[in-house]
């Protein structure tokens, strides 16, 4: 079982238009239609049926996501998963395309590249392939020091993979390779175009880098301008451009470029299994934050790949975090934390990615979230406070789409107390947590209440007995 790692060196109408459209040769280019897939982790399929593939295809169809970045890795049971995958998709009209991690495939030798390439093929003319300029689709996490037996990772991507003899002019390769973007001109004839898998969070964030990035900005009481600096960051497009403008400098690329969106990022894991314990900065209504700052970029990006599907371990899932096998210890942080309150917003922002007009709001919204503990918290925990937690606001984040003006009052106490003016559309809005306290959000409208949530199970824990920076998310829409 491999369960990779985000962090790395360095840091279905649209999808069925995407095939059957002009050939897409550069990102910026008008008309080209617009695709969103969500990053779905294989390695923690194994005992999934095709009618499990089933329910995670038709839930996020339903929330408008075309089709599943497929992350598969050097398990013995990839192949048996992604035909029940493939099978699943061709059923529902659902697009696939593998995300080959390198982190878990050996990549030294030539005879390597050879399962590559045998994986790929077998399922690229599949009516559920996802298809560019009459090419497979194809990408990866990392690969950026694969060899594959040649002189350099360049040399070895394109005489194994790219332009090998079995699969030269039949794959369309974007790969995330985790680089200094000014590097990227040395993998002409390889890189179709760019995944920026790291996009998604705000990476230059870091505690260490605050004082300087953030002068006078107190992490433990942000004021309206701090709160204003943080939002530069917060979902921004800079490491996009860096990477789309350097994109253009690989000579014959076809310049396709694919953007992540992420919701959260939260990992706990000691010394004695992967030894990951850090969190990036998801406050600040980072999900909607991003969205909107790609939908406003939308010309020049061809895909939204949202990170992710199922990353329990990660705590970026936005799929049900109990379809699947958890990696060994993070049920500590992923039991009872569900995510689908990110879920129920993706549609909005998706459709207006795709078409480049937000969608009428036929109901109104409620989502909230929150992390379970004061961020200064001191518990007994062995693995110890991850790194960067400092970043983290000790607030409740609540987004509402609203059908028209009204009033949503936010709770988290009963002392703590805000009612604020929301008007039709997107409206993002925060209140300090309480120790001891809840969340509670009451939408109302001419006098009458519209949504009343306030989730049973969630406390703001002053004393608990792990460091747990997951966000809980409450979700609730008008009948």
Avoid at 378 to 396: E, I, R, S
């Amino acid at each position: 079982m491999h369960f990779r790692s985000a962090l790395s060196s360095f840091g279905l109408l649209a999808a069925a238009a995407f095939v059957d459209a002009a050939p897409l040769k550069v990102a910026r280019q008008s008309g080209v239609p617009k695709v969103v897939v969500a990053h779905h982790i294989v390695g923690l399929t194994a005992a999934f049926t095709v009618d499990d593939w089933t329910s995670d295809m038709t839930l996020a169809q339903a929330n408008g996501i075309d089709g599943f970045a497929l992350n598969v890795g050097n398990d013995p049971f990839t192949t048996t998963q992604a035909q029940n995958a493939y099978q699943a998709a061709e059923a529902l009209k659902f697009k696939l395309f593998f995300s080959l991690d390198m982190s878990s495939f050996p990549c030294t030798t030539a005879d390597d590249a050879t399962k590559l390439r045998d994986l790929t093929m077998q399922f690229a003319t599949s009516p559920s392939q996802l298809q560019v300029d009459g090419k497979a689709f194809v990408s990866t996490f990392a690969g950026e020091a694969c060899t594959f037996g040649q002189a350099d990772a360049p040399s070895g991507w394109r005489t194994q993979f790219t332009q090998h003899p079995e699969t030269t002019g039949k794959v369309h390769f974007v790969p995330s390779f985790f680089i200094d973007p000014a590097t990227f001109n040395t993998f002409t004839g390889v890189m179709d175009g760019d995944f920026n898998f790291n996009s998604g969070w705000p990476l230059t964030l870091s505690a260490a880098q605050a004082p300087q990035l953030l002068p006078g900005v107190n992490l433990n009481a942000v004021d309206a301008a701090g709160t204003t600096q943080l939002q530069k960051f917060i979902g921004s497009f800079d490491t996009d451009d860096q990477h789309i403008t350097q994109l253009a400098t690989v000579q014959g690329s076809a310049q396709t470029y694919m953007a992540a969106v992420a919701p959260w990022f939260f990992t706990h894991f000691g010394a004695d299994t992967f030894n990951k314990n850090f969190v990036f900065d998801g406050d600040e209504h980072l999900w909607v934050s991003r969205w909107e700052n790609v939908i406003a970029n939308r010309d020049k990006v061809s895909l939204v790949e949202i990170v992710t599907w199922n990353d329990f371990g990660e705590s970026h899932y936005i799929g049900p975090n109990n379809h699947g096998q958890l990696p060994p210890g993070s049920e500590a942080w992923v039991n009872g934390f569900d995510h689908q309150g990110f879920l129920d917003l993706t549609n909005y922002f998706a459709t207006q990615f795709k078409t480049g007009q937000a969608p009428p709001i036929t109901k109104d919204q409620l989502v909230m979230w929150a992390r379970p503990h004061p961020k200064n918290a001191t518990p007994n925990d062995p693995v110890g406070a991850p790194k960067d937690f400092q970043l983290f606001q000790d607030k409740l984040w609540a987004v509402v789409l609203a059908t028209a003006d009204g009033q949503l009052t936010l709770a988290t106490s009963d002392t703590t107390t805000q009612t604020f003016p929301v008007t039709a559309g997107v409206n993002k809005l925060s209140l300090d947590l309480t120790p001891g306290g809840f969340m509670h959000g009451t939408l109302v409208r001419n006098g009458q209440t519209v949504i009343d949530l306030k989730p049973a199970d969630y406390t703001f824990n002053p004393n608990p007995s792990a460091f747990n920076y997951n966000a809980f998310t409450a979700s609730a829409s008008s009948q």
